[in-house]
């Protein structure tokens, strides 16, 4: 499994990747363009993305709520789209990518040993993907955690209808919290960061970015260092 | 468990349900109509539904085809489809519903240990879901096995692009498997009854009718005992 | 598998047993009593207990926060000391209890089929047993919530360092989430009702009491219906 | 796990081995010249062996019919002896083989990162060992399949009854499966390539060479690029 | 699942049935009758029928010791084999039987909560068929162990060598560990009732009889009491 | 993975270390020195280190048995706190450990596959550590089995009730087995090696030390080859 020197060399970078890039007319080239991306890096950094559900999660998940179904089982649903998202980004990936798709943080633990790009999608119902990401960074013990998501970064309102809402370009997770307090919880619901990825982030003082997961972005961002998104401060 | 006489009593009957009941543009309306006619058979009736991928499992399979995923990837994609299908016609059905959804033979057969409505998605890469209903319905031992479909029955010609296509009623198994010999496999392609399914209905003549998987055709032929669709004999 | 007239008669009561029930110093009759009070109760109500860590769980991850354990397998050191005491309760009760301790929301659902009390530890890193306890009652609808602790109820600063502490008999869900916002969240870090629990309870609106976990006022609130401890409002 | 290049560089060459290699009389030296052979390979070649049941799994099925079994647990005894004959030949392998019987396509998937010889059994009821041959072969991308059998190549006759049997060196995939079309698929029947096996080769167009199952046969093709068996052609 | 009543009213008995019943020239009907049997009694009684795995197990754990396999894949090979003889005689059972194989202490648990007959092979490297016989009386409470096995009871001398052998119709379990004392523990050899089953057998004090397999015998103990073999005492 | 070379030059070490290492007054301190002993090996020496359950295990039997929970559940508990014990000096052990507690036989030898130090707990009901530990010594052909015990060897007489106890330094595993064949076989009961453990020994003919664990004696025995404790010969 090669020296472990290596091992520690090499960084540990957690993606959050929307779910807004696997949709109902998302285009093979654009999923190559993530997958190019992220097999040019591997020799160099140990990547682990997370998928997101998108628009065929909430598919799913607005029509089980509408037969009564459960929460939990509406996150089931949004935990199986988000999976298959997965497979669908591993497929693109091909053999640089671990084989399987981990369905908890021992099977992610496992998939590290292989030096391969590691795909997950959501792991247990009552958890958002962002808390999972949060959850994935800080039991492996991530250098970054990106999370690539709709909008830009944070902003002071919601920019999608409020021209003058600001982006912060640091914010503190305390402050984060403050804003996303009143937000609520259903399954599927428009969340940036959850109260628990927040937590997590916060308990293991993770170094994380909130930012846009257009490719040009991510490639600027991970290839340059370039500065995007709002950071969040301890 | 209750009685074993009482098990003995209820007949069982598989139905194949089609990936268009499940779609884009479903409503759950049309679902709790399903599951309201299935949950009014329980009592008499051990019934094992089997979900289609339908068109949310093609897009996958296309996207997965366009970056050269190999061919047990696009099926594995189309069955992860089909048991978020299977979740969702289960979440309809509540309560009188079995309430997982079985992955293996072994595990259909455990699950009707619970005289509950049991609901299945695709098994196995290589094996399509007709191919899969077929074999759980020999498995069980099966009164009755419907291939809930998209068309009217087996035709002469294919209906949709020859209006003089005629329908059997009844079609001997050797003349079906004849009539669909000539189709290709892919993943995901349009298929009436592949040829595993024909065999396994012949080798164990299971009693098999392939009809359209409108709610009123279902309601007529099991309800009413009506006549539709094709009959396949031995 | 009983009637289903029957199973939607009987309720569902989701008691979570603190983790102090379960000591160092723990006596078996004091087990035996609980097991006793459990028992008693199957006949008319579908008993699911959620057993927490207590100290022997905090002896555990206290060793390992040491040795720079990172949180996630904080976390499962917890689960799986709550998981031992699962398995202990359920000794105590013996054949009445589904015979083994689920691991997952869907385990806990197949676990209901056999109308037997189950006992659950925790299930997933980054979940306390109260937001587990909260999931799981909110995944089978459960007609009251339970949470047994070491303190009488919730009150408006900590009883353990104010004499002049005062019990809410009643506490709306979003006063209870800003009276506990500014703990943190620690693995096995004193937490009456964690954020996630108390977002669950809101979001399906799950009648929740808060009360201690000694024997008698346990007794006293289910069998013979008196107020305890505080009462949860939406 | 080696890198990437030399990954890319080792051909994969699944076998097909015969169940008639494991019998009531198999030599322990017969295995151990299979396993040498395989053992030689393994730097060189990305080896997958399939086992067939041979004569035990015959033995359990037939008994298992007289008592009236279903296909499907038919099947069930044959692919598990099958996996018997898996670990019995992955023993004479030793520490070059990889140490578990792969039970899906996913765990074949799995078991190839880890550049040893991988031995699997059948994988599921509905499945000859042939269809899991020629599955796990496109799966994995297999540079050859060689389908190691009890006869010398394909008839066009039954050469055990027409002493006249003419042998193909070469077959196209349509002719093959025209000469097969007429044998049932009872669980464990003799079938020199059945349909679900010819499709996938078809569709995936995977080079396959049938062939006698005799140690000097499979050293001269494998060792010596020898012609042996019949070749099918698209 | 039915009443508790209906439950601590049957009697548990566990059966070790010899490998000696499944073999390469086992007939149908012999199993059909042991099915029958056991069929006939599970009205009134909860069986646990453990299989050997006999001579085929033997002719596999000698080739896997030619090959120079470690005791722990030979055992493997015993339990695989015993498994496949599980799964015939509850082919022959049917719809009577627990549809699966339970693979450890937990599954047989699980196993009898469904009130039909269990039938198991072996569970672990390590442990005997006889072990796992008196571990699984042990677990359930059974009432009686029934060690069916290929001589009529415990003799003083090997009845196979020594003519003038005397059976004895009571034996103390410590008297038990003297006579087998002395036999090794190779993987499948000749072993009445190893070191582990006897101390199992003392320390939870489980009624135990060791006696012949043959149908007629098993009937008579079973049906008519009639006393049979070696009784063990305390 | 690495080379194959490497993998048969490493030397493979198997060491049973007792649960009274794991204890309610432990300190992390002295977990540490055990995991760097085990650190500094791991370039030349496979280790596979079992942890014993020690007091807190026979805390939760003695709760259980007095609870009258069976064997087999008493022993269940006690695998469960060993598995803990074996996490948390997992935890110490950090990126040099295998990341998941292997299970079984067969876990165990897939971990050994990553070259990476091995902890497990117990395995199975029924199956002491010492004997899980003597059957991983086989399965893996272990070079060395160290039973480091809470004694400094096996004495003639129990050396904490005869002040006039002589240690041998050697041992025949025959006589091994006579002087502790009057121990009986209760979960958790004291035995310095139980017989199955000696069977194994005796039947794979491992070499095998019985010595104390402190930490000091162990790295003497390891580091510097001294000579400790009792060597059990053939």
Known sequence: MGSDMNETERQKIV??????VFNFNTQSVVLKEYADLFMSLNEKVQLIIITGGGKIARHYIELARALNGDEATLDTLGIDVSRINARLLLTAIGRLGY????????????????NKIVVVGG????????????????????????????????????????????????????????????????AGTYELMDLV??????????????????????????????????????
Chains 1, 2, 3, 4, 5, 6 share one sequence.
Not at 15 to 20: T, Y
Not at 105 to 112: P, Q
Request: aromatic share 4%.
């Open 197 to 234: 990825a927040l937590k997590v982030i916060q308990r293991s003082r993770i170094r994380t970015i909130v930012m846009n997961s257009d490719i040009n972005s991510l490639k600027d961002i991970i290839l340059k260092g370039s500065n995007f998104g709002t950071r969040i401060t301890f």
């Open 123 to 186: 792991l247990h119902p009552g958890q958002s993907t962002n808390a999972t990401s949060a959850l994935i960074s800080e039991k492996i013990g991530a250098n970054t955690f990106i999370n690539a998501t709709d909008v830009s970064g944070i902003y002071d309102k919601d920019p999608a209808v409020n021209s003058d809402a600001k982006m912060f370009t640091e914010l503190s997770v305390g402050k984060c919290m403050e804003l996303l307090g009143q937000k609520n919880s259903q």
């Open 99 to 114: 084989p399987q798709i981990p369905k908890s943080l021992d099977e992610v633990s496992m998939a590290l040993e292989f």
């Open 15 to 20: 993606i959050k990747l929307s779910g807004s």
